[in-house]
């Protein structure tokens, strides 16, 4: 009973700090925005100035300037859940800034019946070990892939991305070089996707990790496929 009472601290602590963080990556990112939006007059007038000139080549420079600017704050993907958007896009960004290409498709299929917050455990667990294993690698070996959507009755997640060599089985999943706190993270993934009835799998190979998801769909949402 006591050990269970220190298991059930530790998660509720470690979900806590996790959201935390999240919240104050998303923070960074619509702070950027913000800031974008204050400059917008600014950019307008300094367009207008340009066109009046005749300095159409200045306008052409400066408008391929805050294209690149804006792509860089856009929210470009979008699941169909605003905290899930926000966890992916703010995990992009860090990606971004360590570079490390992503490759992402992610679109929540109707009747998913995982909460947002079990959502932004899962995938913030995995893409920052994900992020972590990159940033051990040269930048030419760096990749993360994400796959979110439909397979079957069942929503299907596949996150791979670039790593070291093998990693050592401990049970199940895999032994840490961080301690406990980086170890718990597959093994709290593994306990959502069972909490749903679902299925995770994990595979390390030199060079590579992959983690895979089956979650099934709301029998009423397997129902209506059926019957389109």
């Not at 929540?108 to 947002?116: E, R, S």
């Not at 299925?199 to 990790?209: H, M």
């Amino acid at each position: 009973m006591i050990f269970q009472k220190w298991i059930n601290r530790r998660v509720e602590a470690y979900q806590s700090d996790l959201i935390r963080k999240y919240c104050d990556e998303v923070e960074a990112i619509y702070k950027k925005m913000r800031g974008w939006r204050h400059d917008y007059h600014n950019h307008i007038q300094a367009l207008q100035a340009s066109m009046a000139l005749g300095k159409y080549d200045e306008v052409d420079a400066y408008l391929h300037q805050l294209n690149d600017d804006l792509t860089g704050v856009d929210t470009v993907i979008k699941t169909g859940r605003v905290m899930v958007d926000a966890i992916l896009n703010g995990k992009l960004n860090i990606a971004a800034q360590n570079e490390i290409p992503v490759n992402v498709k992610a679109k929540l299929p109707d009747g998913t019946p995982v909460t947002d917050v079990d959502m932004c455990v899962i995938i913030g667990n995995l893409l920052d070990n994900a992020i972590e294993e990159n940033e051990k690698l040269a930048p030419q070996e760096r990749f993360i892939r994400v796959y979110i959507g439909r397979k079957n009755t069942q929503m299907y997640l596949a996150f791979t991305n670039a790593a070291g060599k093998k990693q050592k089985h401990k049970g199940r999943l895999f032994a840490s070089a961080k301690g406990l706190n980086h170890g718990f993270g597959l093994a709290r993934v593994e306990e959502i996707v069972k909490k749903y009835g679902g299925l995770f799998f994990a595979d390390s190979e030199d060079g590579g990790f992959t983690a895979e998801i089956l979650i099934p769909l709301a029998r009423e949402n397997q129902v209506n496929e059926f019957t389109e």
